[in-house]
């Protein structure tokens, strides 16, 4: 029997790197192993109980000699705690900082061989690594790591160049669950928010200044003089009412609609012709994935990981970051030529579930467990025994 102990800690709250990593924690329970969810609550996408997943709470300090609650040593704390009563074989952690620091001190604190997988996410580096005050910190969580992996080529090179990495860091992209994730059937929920005669553009995000909002107006804004549609704007967040009022100023809320946060993002999505992702800087693009998988094209910008994941005049179009003109215009042609969306749509299914499947790349995460571990990878019959 091969199974493993797993303890993996994230940020569980919304965010594409908490998604990753709790679907990835409940696709590695699935085939047997025993994970450990090991958080300050319990992620957003978990869920109700199932076999072969636990969750440990952790609990913060706030004794009043404390300016700031210490979170990071009470997760440091608890990691050593759990993997000490659970007999992990190693911790699965996503992000540098602060987890892959608190998991060296768990290291420390149990004083023996347990592993640390760190997944980098892309602001613990793209953000906080321009932070000359913590990129030793960074460094030291990267390098103190058994195995390191990123989700995008892009991330790779950029943490090479901000961080003067030179250690091997396994590429590990992104991937979508097609249980979850597939072309809904939504004709009847549809008529709630366009005419027969309406496309349909959607903006997903947590509303930040990097995901560049106010271009998915612009864009729109130039689409809609051409041909009939309309917005709807997903999720929420600090840009929220600068991207309201730019609407209202160009005479366009009775053609845009505000969803705020969905759970059931796959219904949603099902719902637009194209997706819009005009990020300034973007990892990966998780929102495009899923996209892709239930058929939805992407009109993105040539930043990060993006163009890894969205092939350009096959799953949808990309321009540079800021050219709201070259975007409309491609989703002018798009939206204009049914054939070519029905073929966009087509290679959108294909490419998700060949190059994104969920167990392929948890074959990869299983891969790297067991290097890190020095032990042989059995078949999946034997792991599931």
């Known amino acids: 029997m091969n199974r493993l102990k797993i ?36 992620p957003f996408r978990l869920g109700t109980f199932q076999k072969n997943i636990f969750y440990h709470e952790v609990e913060v300090n706030d004794y009043y000699v404390f300016r700031y609650p ?17 007999g992990l074989d190693l911790l699965h952690v ?33 953000v906080l690594g321009q932070d000359e005050s913590l990129k030793d910190l960074i460094r030291l969580g990267i ?3 058994d ?62 200044p990097v995901k560049r909002v106010g271009d998915v107006v612009d864009v729109f804004a130039k689409v809609s003089r051409e041909i009939k ?15 309201q009022a730019k609407i209202n100023e160009m005479g366009l809320e009775h053609k845009v609609r505000f ?5 059931e993002i796959a219904q ?26 239930c058929g939805v094209p992407t009109i993105g910008s040539q930043a990060g990981g993006i163009p890894e994941l969205v092939q350009h005049g096959k799953t949808g179009f990309l321009a540079p970051i800021g050219d709201t003109s070259a975007m409309a215009k491609y989703a002018v042609k798009l939206l204009s030529d049914e054939a070519m969306a029905e073929q966009f749509r087509k290679a959108c299914l294909l490419r998700s579930c060949n190059d994104f499947s969920r167990d392929s790349i948890t074959n990869q995460y299983e891969d790297i467990y067991y290097r890190v571990l020095g032990r042989k990878v059995l078949g999946m019959d034997a792991i599931r025994g």
């Open 94 to 126: 996503h992000y540098a900082v602060p987890h892959a620091v608190c998991a060296f001190l768990a290291k420390q604190m149990l004083g023996n061989d347990m592993k640390v997988v760190t997944t980098l996410h892309g602001t613990d580096i793209t």
């Open 7 to 42: 303890g993996i800690t994230c940020y569980p709250s919304l965010g594409g790197s908490g998604v990753v990593a709790t679907e990835l924690g409940k696709l590695l329970a699935e085939k047997g192993h025993e994970v450990h969810f090991i958080t300050h609550s319990i």
């Open 147 to 208: 195995a390191v992996t990123a989700v995008s080529m892009d991330l790779i090179n950029e943490t090479r160049k901000v961080l003067d990495i030179t250690r091997d860091i396994d590429l590990t992209y992104n991937f979508v669950d097609k249980r979850v994730y597939y072309p809904r059937d939504v004709t009847d929920l549809r008529g709630d928010y366009a005419d027969p005669d309406e496309k349909i553009l959607m903006h997903i995000s947590n509303f930040r």
């Open 268 to 293: 949603v999505i099902s719902l637009a012709d194209l997706l819009l992702l005009p990020s300034e800087k973007e990892s990966f693009g998780l929102v495009a994935l899923e996209a892709m998988a």
């Open 259 to 263: 969803l705020g946060k969905q759970d």
């Open 229 to 243: 549609a309309k917005l709807l704007l997903v999720g929420e967040g600090p840009e929220l009412p600068k991207i």
């Open 70 to 86: 210490p979170y990071d040593l009470a997760l440091a704390t608890k990691m050593a705690q759990v993997a000490k009563m659970q």
């Open 143 to 145: 390098n103190e790591s």
